[in-house]
């Protein structure tokens, strides 16, 4: 008789649940989360690709910009994101994740209903809240649909109608804001949310929770308290968090600002640089994250640690990358690296959320994402944008327009740190995954 071995961190194929759905059941149902995320990724950017248009209508400063579309937003996300998703841990997260999407919807349409900067701050007050409850329910869910070895390709669709979602959402934008005005363009990209979040509710079924992790799921819900001290114990959770924060600062200036970037540096017009944005974002988007979905879930066969070796990799990869592209003077060079940087780095946030996942247990997933969500929405999202536009206008009276080329490098600098955190992270992944697997957590 001879024995298995498997690798610390990896759960055999034996032990995984038959799923309760159906390939087509399933497919349609990461089909439908993805198009909700294509719309969140669309209503989050869009102020970001009207930047100028707005800038110039209200008549405030890069400052001002920056907290609207970081600082602003992300707080406003951060706090409400913990109690969102202790919510989608203990409800039917379709129907939350429905509610969710229509509330976000609603708020970007009246976002083009403002005459002044505080009407606008506040109305994305409320986009914001909408959006906070998005990335918890759907991660959760997914992770109910597919099991471990198979949810890196799965979260990689979800992450494909992100970048989409930045892409095209920015090509429109742009093209609305030509023909109607920035406020047109809001109104007309909100109201489609309103017949996804009805798409959402009559054809998307709620999943068991825990379905794909056997006998060993602990399904009850915990208290905040609870979970969250459960958490914090898991030796993974930092490093990981700390890279997922870094990544992001690098990830949210670098998305916020390049609009701003390509018709400044490179004097596009709104339409010429929105086509380029979608063409980098969205192109570059997809293409890195099917790769980085279906080779980290193979890679992750040897052990959970190979997710995070595939993080550092892309990191070393995308650093001189994005430098390059920041500080070349020819517009068609500077775009092919910056292609090529979203094609070695777009796919991370596929990969460490599917490693987030891997290390929490069924009853904690949303409040896993959630918790990471929280740090990255403060420290990145919010943080990086409003740094950017600091810097932006503490360096213009010496650089002019040329200050946003140099501001530009906290990218990446927060890359390079963010592939040090994940090394430290491989440490201890492997081990923290099998717990998961082998055991349930405290309740």
């Not at 509710?201 to 602990?218: H, I, N, S, W, Y």
């Amino acid at each position: 008789m001879t024995t298995e071995i498997v690798p610390p961190g990896v759960i055999a194929a034996s032990a995984e649940a038959p799923s309760e759905f159906s390939h087509a059941r399933r497919t349609w149902i990461v089909v439908v989360l993805a198009l909700v995320s294509f719309l969140a990724a669309t209503d989050r950017n869009i102020l970001s690709v009207l930047l100028v248009p707005i800038q110039d209508d209200l008549k405030v400063s890069d400052t001002a910009m920056g907290a609207l579309t970081g600082a602003a937003f992300s707080l406003v996300y951060a706090s409400a994101a913990l109690p969102l998703a202790w919510l989608a841990d203990r409800t039917n997260r379709r129907n939350f994740l429905a509610v969710a999407v229509a509330f976000w919807s609603a708020m970007t349409a009246l976002c083009g209903l403002a005459g002044s900067y505080m009407q606008l701050m506040l109305t994305r007050f409320g986009v914001a809240f909408g959006e906070a409850g998005h990335g918890p329910a759907g991660m959760s869910m997914v992770a109910d649909v597919y099991p471990a070895s198979k949810r890196g390709a799965a979260i990689s669709v979800l992450t494909i109608g992100s970048a989409l979602g930045f892409s095209a959402g920015a090509f429109i934008a742009g093209l609305l804001n030509d023909h109607f005005g920035w406020k047109g363009a809001l109104m007309a990209v909100g109201a489609p949310g309103l017949l996804v979040a009805g798409l959402l509710f009559l054809t998307v079924p709620e999943p068991k929770r825990g379905a794909q992790d056997g006998a060993a799921a602990a399904v009850s819900p915990v208290s905040v308290l609870s979970g969250l001290k459960t958490l914090s114990a898991v030796r993974t959770f930092w490093p990981l968090m700390l890279g997922m924060i870094f990544l992001n600062v690098a990830f949210m200036g670098w998305l916020h600002w390049l609009p701003a970037f390509l018709m400044r540096i490179h004097h596009l017009s709104t339409t010429q640089m929105s086509a380029i944005f979608g063409l980098i974002v969205g192109v570059g988007g997809v293409v890195s994250n099917i790769f980085a979905g279906v080779i980290s879930d193979r890679l992750s066969r040897r052990g959970a640690r190979w997710r995070m070796y595939y993080c550092v990799a892309m990191g070393v990869v995308s650093v001189p990358l994005l430098v390059v592209g920041l500080m070349l003077r020819d517009a068609t060079l500077a775009v092919s690296c910056m292609m090529a940087y979203t094609l070695a780095a777009g796919g991370l946030t596929t990969v460490t959320s599917a490693a987030a996942i891997s290390i929490a247990p069924a009853n904690l997933r949303a409040s896993m994402v959630a918790l990471i969500g929280f740090a990255v929405a403060v420290f990145g999202g919010g943080f990086a944008p409003l740094l950017i536009g600091l810097l932006n206008d503490a360096l213009k009276a010496s650089l002019g327009v040329e200050a946003i080329r140099y501001t530009l490098l906290v990218g990446p600098i927060g890359i390079g740190l963010a592939a040090l955190m994940f090394l430290i992270a491989s440490r201890s992944i492997d081990q923290d995954a099998e717990v998961v697997g082998a055991a349930p957590f405290p309740r």
